[in-house]
């Protein structure tokens, strides 16, 4: 039996990963800042286990209660929707902190156990906004770009120990609390100059009905997880492929 440890399972894309491994009878480490048992199925082959992946001893405990793993999913992250003068530097680093050093830090600490067995497998959840930029979402894409290049130079890097790294890259999620939580870190408020411009990009997300599914992105990151031929960056949801077809480069 597979084990997975995948990061920010308390909602969203996380809890549906979580979901569809159990579901296939791989053991699942679902990891959460404040755990919660009741928002999975009941299994004996769950564990929930508490991260916070901007934490080092967080990690180190995390990963010791875990045990050996055949796969990492890196899925937690936050966002920030504003113009950046609307954005303090607390923010911007509390941003880069997670979604980009937690996912390096995390990466950092199973790779031993990986290299030592030369097998597993390391899947990093990033966005479709590091291929079409939109504005508002500057620091957000910054940070998730990093996480690109970092995994791609990863991959190289790991070849020689039978490890492989993929991209999963999801559209716009509605159904997810993201826009709720980005919203959330406008601080005193929005840039008034910046107004009209927020109002056409939201007019816009809303009249669109090809969006991302949490389902979409699970099925992604199994494929990647269980796919040795599959490309080191994976579409997931209708908008994210219709984006791939129209010519962005997905499998550099």
Do not use: H
Not at 111 to 125: D, E, H, T, W
Not at 207 to 236: F, G, H, K, M
């Amino acid at each position: 039996m597979k084990t997975v440890l995948i990061t920010g399972c308390s909602s969203g894309f996380g809890l549906e990963i979580a979901r569809y491994f159990l579901d296939r009878d791989w053991k699942v480490i679902a990891t959460m800042r404040t755990p919660r048992e009741d928002v999975l199925p009941r299994s004996e082959r769950l564990r929930v286990v508490a991260l916070d992946i901007t934490d080092p001893q967080s990690i180190r405990e995390a990963v010791d209660a875990a045990g050996p793993i055949d796969v990492l999913v890196n899925n937690a992250g936050i966002g920030v929707l504003n113009a950046l003068e609307g954005i303090s530097m607390e923010t911007v680093r509390e941003v880069f902190e997670t979604n980009a050093i937690g996912t390096i830090a995390m990466t950092q600490a199973v790779l031993p156990q990986f290299r030592q067995r030369k097998a597993g497998v390391i899947v990093n959840v990033t966005s479709t906004v590091t291929l079409r930029s939109l504005p508002l979402l500057s620091v957000y894409t910054a940070s998730k770009a990093a996480v690109n290049a970092f995994t791609e130079s990863l991959a190289l890097e790991l070849q020689p120990f039978n490890v492989r790294v993929s991209l999963v890259l999801p559209g716009r999620a509605p159904e997810t609390r993201f826009g709720e939580n980005a919203r959330s870190r406008m601080q005193a408020g929005f840039p008034e100059a910046y107004t009209d411009l927020a109002q056409s990009i939201f007019a816009r997300w809303e009249q669109s009905s090809v969006v991302t599914r949490s389902l979409d992105v699970a099925e992604a990151v199994w494929r990647a997880a269980n796919d040795p031929s599959s490309p080191i960056r994976i579409a997931a949801g209708a908008d994210a492929v219709a984006l791939a077809e129209s010519g962005a480069d997905m499998t550099a």
